[in-house]
């Protein structure tokens, strides 16, 4: 199992939560984004994968990507904040960090490995 840490995002990461410039994307080794959502019933799990940069996309980062999803939806250790829609709702009241966006609120984390840090 890959190593994670969850911290509450900082203000410069906020804006790269969003997507960015193909050269900016490119800059800052942004390999793709997963769109997620818990399913009329809250309880679900759908996921679609994007891609941005394919070169970056190695068997190995496919690998730790996998283990970081599943251990945020199943490890209590990692508060288990991608289990249900009411979890993450509680995870981000309490420990995410709340910015402002073009068109909404959003709650922010990011989650580093050895390898990457990831965006939530």
Known sequence: ??????????????????RQSNQ???QTGCIGYLRADFGSSGKE???TWNDICTFFKTDEFKKEFDDVINALRFDESYGRLLNDRPRLGQYCH???KQYSGA?????????DTDKHTYLL
Not at 103 to 111: E, I, K, L, P, T
């Open 94 to 96: 309490s420990k995410a």
């Open 24 to 26: 900016l994307n490119q």
């Open 103 to 111: 068109d909404n609120q959003y709650y922010g984390v990011r989650v």
């Open 45 to 47: 799990f759908y996921s």
């Open 1 to 18: 199992m890959t190593e994670i840490n969850v911290t509450p995002i900082t203000e410069t990461l906020e804006k790269y939560t969003f």
